[in-house]
Nanobody
Framework: QVHVVESGGGLVQAGGSLRLSCVAS????????MGWYRQTPGKEREWVAT???????NYRDSVKGRFTISRDNAKNTVYLQMNSLKPEDTAVYYC?????????????WGQGTQVTVSS
């Protein structure tokens, strides 16, 4: 069994910063990619950023230059540093951890953490 827990969300004014954390624990032998997604009411969940086990990062265009994803492999933890936040960044942010199961990557999700950016 795998547990994924996000933290660090909150209320911040536009232009401010937040740092999200996500810890994976449990039956973990090999984590490949870790990533962040977000979702607002009535919309589909959208991808925000990913970091591979080789520390290769990718971002959606709207957050490039403002968000930074990083990971601590020893702690099975991924972070999302969010700077210059905008009201449109308001969403529930979810962490996804991809773990190899018999050679096949399986995604595990957390419960999400709310980020609210006021104008």
């Amino acid at each position: 069994q795998v547990h994924v827990v996000e933290s660090g969300g909150g209320l911040v004014q536009a232009g401010g910063s937040l740092r999200l954390s996500c810890v994976a624990s449990g039956s973990i032998f090999s984590i490949t990619a870790m990533g962040w997604y977000r979702q607002t009411p009535g919309k589909e969940r959208e991808w925000v950023a990913t970091i591979t086990d080789g520390a290769v990062t990718n971002y959606r265009d709207s957050v490039k230059g403002r968000f930074t994803i990083s990971r601590d492999n020893a702690k099975n933890t991924v972070y999302l540093q969010m700077n210059s936040l905008k009201p449109e960044d308001t969403a529930v942010y979810y962490c996804a951890t991809s773990i190899l199961r018999q050679g096949v990557p399986v995604n595990y999700w957390g419960q999400g953490t709310q980020v609210t950016v006021s104008s």
